[in-house]
């Protein structure tokens, strides 16, 4: 009985509450929402989070092991990195690290979605690649997160 009253309470949690992160300006969010073309030989990965199943989890993010920054619901991330590689997006989960390998083509946008999932005792996370277009649809509805705050990587 315990245990049951246990996990209904933390799956509660999961669902409910509020992560914040800090936010960028306003007109970082929206010049970033503009999707214009990287710079030169680089290649422009947006990370995101627009659910908010797990609302209450704060997740790190890393680009090929750097800090990336804390996700939220209903946030976005922007960087670029070189064209031409094979580059690893990690995400904190309960365990370790969950990995994602894309390989960028220079000039080009990469979109992937962080989501929560359940978890033994707290949500773990996820990365999936999602396609251009959609990509776009759902960072246009989201909030530009301010970068290099992480938890300790795991």
């Known amino acids: 009985m315990k245990l049951t009253t246990t996990l209904a309470l933390i799956a509660t949690v999961l669902i409910t509450g509020c992560a914040s992160v800090d936010m960028a300006p306003k007109a970082d969010s929206e010049q970033a929402k503009t999707f214009k073309a990287p710079s030169a030989g680089k290649a422009g990965i947006y990370v995101y989070r627009n659910s908010s199943f797990g609302a209450a989890l704060k997740k790190s993010l890393w680009v090929d ?12 991330f922007y960087t670029e990195v070189d064209g031409g590689k094979t580059h690893k997006i990690d995400t904190e989960s309960e ?37 251009e277009e959609q990509g776009k649809a759902d960072v246009a509805q989201l909030n530009l997160a301010k970068t290099g705050k992480c938890s300790p990587k795991q």
């Open 65 to 76: 092991g750097q800090c990336l920054g804390e996700s939220a619901p209903h946030v976005f």
């Open 95 to 131: 365990f370790s690290a969950n990995t994602l390998e894309l390989t960028s083509e220079a000039g080009k946008h990469y979109f992937v979605r962080q989501y929560i999932k359940m978890g033994v005792f707290v949500g773990g996370a996820g990365l999936e690649q999602i396609p």
